[in-house]
Each structure stands twice: as structure tokens, then as C-alpha cells.
């Protein structure tokens, strides 16, 4: 068995408890705390009930602000331009770039209306239809995230979704240029300065002042995800989000320090954050080491970041690339990085994995700008079911039947005895009334 040091576990896929180490290592639930559930359903209920009056008390009080209408609590279009308009040219001009890309990749998505026609004249097919208005939640506070803007409003608006309403919390009154800057570049049509659980609440089901959405989508922390699983079914949800994470698999020929900066890249989000490298070169898991020990009191966020590693972190020694695919797939990664020699001979393997950044030149952090796929991804292993916002994330599908006399005739008949089957007379006969006689 690996030794143990202080800053981030190290284990062998050959120790006897490898099974039970790696399972506790990946073991995450953010929504469990039924404390916190509780205190998120009073939230929603008193949204509910007091509309923007209970938004003002609890912005006030979360937020540390002095509220006294909702009007103090939104931005306007002119805001959001003046915003963009004041951000350095550098800032500006790197945002524009990151939107197109954004808004290129995205447009590939979009999926056409279907139909098609049997040779007795019925048509069958299938109608994409936009959502009509969506809410994104932009996080606040610690940090805050201008790409996100990007990354959620974009795809809505090429998917086309018709209005974008944006939540974002301003603790202490202070509002991030960059995040409203993004907002008008993106096209966002309100912004509101409102978050946490009572964001979420107004989205859902709408007060006086704000409206009510179809989807609500962005990540958020605890309470932004309690909420949201507790108003899905009123409203449409992206997904329940969890700490960022990456893998890095690396088969020895990546300088160390690269590595050790992209599993910093990750950690630093907070002290949940998970960041893992797996190898099959011991050599090459000591040179890392060596290099996370010797950068990490060079990181601003390095509280953080050591916090992060200590907690969830892990270099993890297999015995070769089959087997770092097969723990890739049971991992199912929100970003991996396969850090090899020839990455579309190993990439053919991995089944689950939210985004795949392939070779030593791709660092993830590209993707989290500007690469121009969306850097809102499944987490928590749930990228074994689940794939990473798109332009399908804001559209629906109806589905088209016309019958011609002929196929009413040739359905209504199968379908009369299968109604029938079932004891559900009124399905037959309605319809036997459009049989030929």
C-alpha cells in the first residue's frame, strides 16, 4: 500500500480495500441534510404566499441588504449595456469571443421537426417546439461567474426560448460588472438581484413581480439545489448539481506540473471539489506529488484548494490504461482528462463521462471558458444517465399523428382489440366509429 501524506490520499487499485476507499472517496449528497430541506420548504411556501414581500425579507436578511421594493431589486437593459460597455477591452473582447464559440457549437445542436408518410396517406412525425421563458440562476457571493451567463443563455437563445430571466445574488449590494456585462452580451431580457432557495421559489411559481418559468437551470449551492429538486414537477430543472470534479488519467508523458495545476484548476471552486489522477506509472504519481507540494503555497486559493485535495482528492495507482477506463466508467466523471499519448484510441472505451478533454495540450479550464461545448455538466456519477446542457435542454417534442380514411380504418381496428383487452370499451368504440363499414 502507498504511503499517506497530508495533502492528498494515494491508494493502489491492488490494495485489499480499494473497493471501499475509492466508493467512500466518491460518496457525495448534497440534498440530505433535512434541516436544510426544511428550512427550504418554508422559504417556498412563504414565496408563495407573500410573493415579492417575502423576497424583499429574505434578500434583506441573507444578503444583508436595506430593500424596500422590488424595484431596487432588479437591472435594467440600459444597466446591463452600460456594464458591457465599461469592462476593460480585454474583458469585452475575450467575452465576445467565448459567445461566439459558444453560440457555434451550440447551433449544431439543434434538432429539426420530423414527419413522414405511410403509403396509405397517414403522416407521423415530431414537432420541436422552444420553451417559452427560462430562468437561470447565476451564483454570487464567494465568486462570481460571467461564463455561466454565457453557457445558460446562449443555448436557450438558439434553441429559441422567447424570454431569459436571470437570478443572481448581490451580498452586501455588490454587483460583478463582468456578470452583467455577460448578461447583455447573451441577450438576457431581465435580471433580478435575488438568490438562494427564494429565487428558486419565485421562478417557479412567479410573484408580482417576477415571472414564472417553464425551466430553471445554473448551479448554486446547498439551498439553490434543495429548492430546486423541491420545485421540480412545478418546473422543469437542468439538473441537481454537485461539487465540481475531475479525473485525470496520464500515462506518464505529461509534465508534472501541468497536472498538478489542472487538478488545482478544479479544487479551487471549494473545499467539496473533488480532483483525482489515476496512472499506472508510480514514478510519475511521486514527480506530481512532488509538484502539488511545491506549487500549492503559490495558489491564492490555497486554503482551499489543500482543503479540497485532503477531503476528496486522490492519485491512484492502476495497473494500466484498461483498467484506467474501466475505473474512468465507474467514476463517471463530470470533466476527464486523458492526458495521453493517443487519446482517440482510449476515449473509444469511456462510456461515462460528462466532458472529455482529449490529449496533454487540452486543459480542461478551456473548456470552462470558451472551447465552446457547455461547461454545465452532470456530476456525482450521474453522468452514467445524463449529459451536459444543450440547445435539447430548451426544447420539447410533440409528437404529430394524421390519420388518411384508410389508416384510420387499419389503426382503429388493432386498436379496437386491444382496447377491448384491456376492458376500456369507450377507447374501442371511439375508435370503431371511424371504421369502414
Not at 162 to 168: C, L, T
Request: glycine share 8%; charged share 25%.
Amino acid at each position: 500500500m502507498m504511503s499517506q501524506t497530508t495533502t492528498i490520499a494515494r491508494f493502489t487499485t491492488r490494495d485489499a480495500d480499494f473497493d471501499a476507499r475509492l466508493d467512500a472517496l466518491l460518496a457525495w449528497e448534497g440534498v440530505s441534510d433535512h434541516e436544510i430541506s426544511a428550512r427550504v420548504a418554508e422559504i417556498i411556501e412563504a414565496v408563495r404566499r407573500r410573493g415579492d414581500a417575502a423576497l424583499i425579507e429574505y434578500t434583506n436578511r441573507f444578503d444583508r441588504l436595506s430593500a424596500t421594493a422590488m424595484s431596487e431589486l432588479m437591472i435594467g437593459a440600459e444597466r446591463l449595456e452600460a456594464a458591457f460597455a465599461s469592462i476593460p477591452a480585454a474583458q469585452r473582447e475575450a467575452l465576445q469571443q467565448a459567445a461566439e464559440r459558444i453560440r457555434i457549437y451550440h447551433e449544431r445542436q439543434k434538432p429539426e421537426s420530423w414527419q413522414y408518410h405511410e403509403p396509405d396517406g397517414t403522416m407521423l412525425g415530431q414537432k420541436v417546439s422552444a420553451l417559452d421563458r427560462v430562468g437561470i440562476y447565476v451564483p454570487g457571493g464567494k465568486a462570481a461567474y460571467p461564463s455561466s451567463v454565457l453557457m445558460n443563455a446562449l443555448p436557450a437563445h438558439v434553441a429559441g426560448v422567447r424570454e431569459i430571466v436571470m437570478v443572481v445574488p448581490t451580498p452586501d449590494g455588490v454587483v460583478n460588472e463582468l456578470v452583467l456585462a455577460a448578461a447583455h452580451l447573451a441577450g438576457v431580457d431581465r435580471v433580478f438581484t435575488l438568490g438562494g432557495a427564494q429565487a428558486v421559489a419565485a421562478l417557479a411559481y412567479g410573484t408580482q413581480s417576477v415571472p414564472r418559468v417553464d425551466k430553471i437551470v445554473g448551479p448554486g449551492n446547498i439551498y439553490v439545489a434543495t429548492a430546486k429538486r423541491a420545485v421540480f414537477g412545478q418546473v422543469g430543472i437542468d439538473m441537481i448539481a454537485g461539487p465540481s470534479e475531475i479525473l485525470v488519467v496520464s500515462d506518464a508523458g505529461t509534465d508534472p506540473d501541468w497536472l498538478a495545476m489542472d487538478l488545482f484548476s478544479q479544487a479551487e471552486h471549494d473545499e467539496d471539489a473533488q480532483a483525482i489522477l489515476v496512472a499506472w506509472d508510480a514514478g510519475h504519481l511521486e514527480a506530481v506529488l512532488a509538484s502539488i507540494e511545491r506549487l500549492l503555497p503559490t495558489m491564492e486559493r490555497e486554503a482551499i484548494i489543500r482543503e479540497s485535495l485532503a477531503r476528496r482528492g486522490a492519485l491512484i495507482l492502476c495497473d494500466g490504461p484498461e483498467q484506467a477506463v474501466e475505473l474512468i466508467n465507474r467514476i463517471a466523471p463530470e470533466h476527464l482528462e486523458l492526458s495521453v499519448e493517443s487519446p482517440r484510441e482510449m476515449v473509444e472505451g469511456v462510456r461515462h463521462a460528462g466532458a472529455i478533454f482529449m490529449g496533454r495540450h487540452t486543459a480542461e479550464v478551456l473548456g470552462d471558458y470558451c472551447a465552446g461545448p457547455n461547461h454545465v455538466l452532470p456530476t456525482s456519477g450521474t453522468a452514467r444517465f445524463s449529459s451536459p446542457l444543450g440547445v435539447y435542454d430548451f426544447q420539447k417534442r410533440s409528437s404529430l399523428i394524421q390519420c388518411s380514411p384508410e389508416g384510420a380504418d387499419t389503426l382503429g381496428r388493432t386498436a379496437s382489440v386491444l382496447a377491448r383487452g384491456e376492458s376500456l370499451t369507450a377507447h374501442a368504440r371511439s375508435a370503431e366509429n371511424r371504421l369502414k363499414r
